[in-house]
């Protein structure tokens, strides 16, 4: 009977997922290193196309035709803003409960920054018209999400008992904006589920890069809400994207736009993962990522 009702196919999202969790496992591999993670991010399409670096996150030349030419514009203005929130973070540790040195994921940080539109269709289509999410226009829905720049650190949200899940990460994020938020925590649990990483030899859900993406994913699921309340006519369409969890516009909703992230440590293969979860959910979000090696660098040294 069992063979004769074979499951149903995976999502092929899910699919993906769940190949490369076995090859890790296989493989037991949880980063790429300072080198490879490069080569694995420029394959993937997540290098600045400005960036003429090929392997060397540390390049410094300012000659054009060197390939160890500077880091894009933004990427040194990241990396000022992530030794600033280290040194912080270091002087205001109470006691020293983890180790002391290298790259413990709960001092490791990220900065991002990012310049978004969020488009919601009308179901007959017409995207003539543009509003914002107060109006009460009938016609396409256009807003714009910006961050010039700000830091995202470690999160325990995800390592607590299950029932637990998303509790912190809305806590947190409602008084960021002294709870204004119109996301609910079952929508945070759902953007958690949408930007899973991989289980390399420990849970690497906290992980700042994640929390990054997570934050990025809700202030859209933010404004989706929004509209929502604001304009009933979009009620179905915001329903099905998230359900769905795709900002492609396939089910009425599109985002694009460019989002820049930089951590001071190479990248896992679990953030990997999440990196590119992030990137076929949203399809037309320009990501280009960066990074140093505290190896080098000792900013998470003690």
Same mark, same amino acid.
């Given at each position: 009977?069992? @063979?004769?009702?074979?499951?149903?196919?995976?999502?092929?999202?899910?699919?993906?997922?769940? #190949?490369?969790?076995?090859?890790? +496992? !296989?493989?037991?591999?949880?980063?790429?290193?300072?080198?490879? /993670?490069?080569?694995?991010?420029?394959?993937?399409?997540?290098?600045?196309?400005?960036?003429?670096?090929?392997?060397?996150?540390?390049?410094?030349? +300012?000659?054009?035709?060197d390939?160890?030419?500077?880091?894009?514009?933004?990427? *040194?203005? @990241?990396?000022?803003?992530?030794?600033? =929130?280290?040194?912080?973070?270091?002087?205001?540790?109470?006691?020293?409960?983890?180790?002391?040195?290298?790259?413990?994921?709960?001092?490791?940080?990220?900065?991002? &920054?990012?310049?978004?539109? %969020?488009?919601?269709?009308? &179901?007959?289509?017409? &995207?003539? !018209?543009?509003?914002?999410?107060?109006?009460?226009?009938t016609? $396409?829905?256009? =807003?714009?999400?910006?961050?010039?720049?700000?830091?995202?650190?470690? &999160?325990?949200?995800?390592?607590?008992?299950?029932?637990?899940?998303g509790? +912190?990460?809305?806590?947190?994020?409602? =008084?960021?904006?002294?709870?204004?938020?119109?996301?609910?925590?079952?929508?945070v649990?759902?953007?958690?589920?949408?930007?899973?990483g991989?289980?390399?030899?420990?849970?690497?859900a906290?992980?700042?890069?994640?929390?990054?993406?997570l934050?990025? /994913?809700?202030?859209?699921?933010? $404004?989706?809400?929004?509209?929502?309340?604001?304009e009933?006519?979009?009620a179905?369409?915001?329903?099905? $994207?998230?359900?769905?969890g795709?900002?492609?516009?396939?089910?009425?909703? /599109?985002?694009?736009?460019?989002?820049?992230?930089? %951590?001071?440590?190479?990248?896992?293969?679990?953030?990997?993962?999440?990196?590119?979860?992030?990137?076929?959910?949203?399809?037309?979000?320009?990501?280009? *990522?960066?990074?140093? #090696?505290?190896?080098? /660098?000792?900013?998470?040294?003690?």
């Open positions: 009977a069992a @063979a004769a009702c074979p499951p149903p196919p995976l999502e092929p999202l899910l699919q993906a997922r769940e #190949d490369a969790q076995r090859i890790i +496992e !296989k493989l037991q591999v949880d980063f790429l290193g300072p080198v490879f /993670t490069r080569a694995a991010l420029r394959d993937l399409g997540f290098i600045d196309p400005s960036d003429r670096r090929v392997m060397d996150p540390f390049a410094t030349s +300012e000659d054009p035709d390939e160890a030419a500077p880091p894009p514009a933004w990427g *040194a203005t @990241a990396r000022r803003c992530v030794e600033d =929130a280290l040194t912080k973070l270091k002087a205001e540790l109470p006691f020293m409960w983890f180790d002391r040195f290298g790259p413990h994921e709960r001092r490791v940080q990220c900065w991002i &920054s990012y310049d978004l539109e %969020v488009e919601v269709q009308e &179901s007959n289509g017409n &995207s003539n !018209k543009t509003c914002h999410p107060s109006s009460s226009s016609s $396409t829905a256009r =807003a714009t999400l910006v961050e010039p720049g700000r830091i995202a650190n470690f &999160s325990l949200d995800e390592h607590r008992a299950l029932n637990q899940h509790q +912190e990460t809305l806590a947190r994020l409602s =008084a960021g904006k002294r709870g204004e938020v119109a996301f609910t925590l079952n929508d649990r759902k953007a958690q589920q949408w930007l899973r991989l289980f390399a030899q420990h849970d690497r906290g992980h700042c890069e994640r929390q990054a993406l934050e990025v /994913t809700l202030e859209v699921v933010d $404004t989706l809400r929004q509209y929502q309340r604001q009933p006519q979009k179905d369409i915001v329903a099905k $994207t998230l359900d769905q795709f900002f492609d516009g396939s089910a009425g909703v /599109t985002v694009r736009g460019e989002l820049r992230m930089f %951590v001071c440590h190479f990248y896992c293969i679990s953030c990997l993962a999440a990196l590119s979860n992030f990137a076929r959910r949203f399809p037309q979000v320009r990501l280009s *990522a960066d990074y140093d #090696d505290c190896w080098k /660098t000792r900013l998470l040294d003690v």
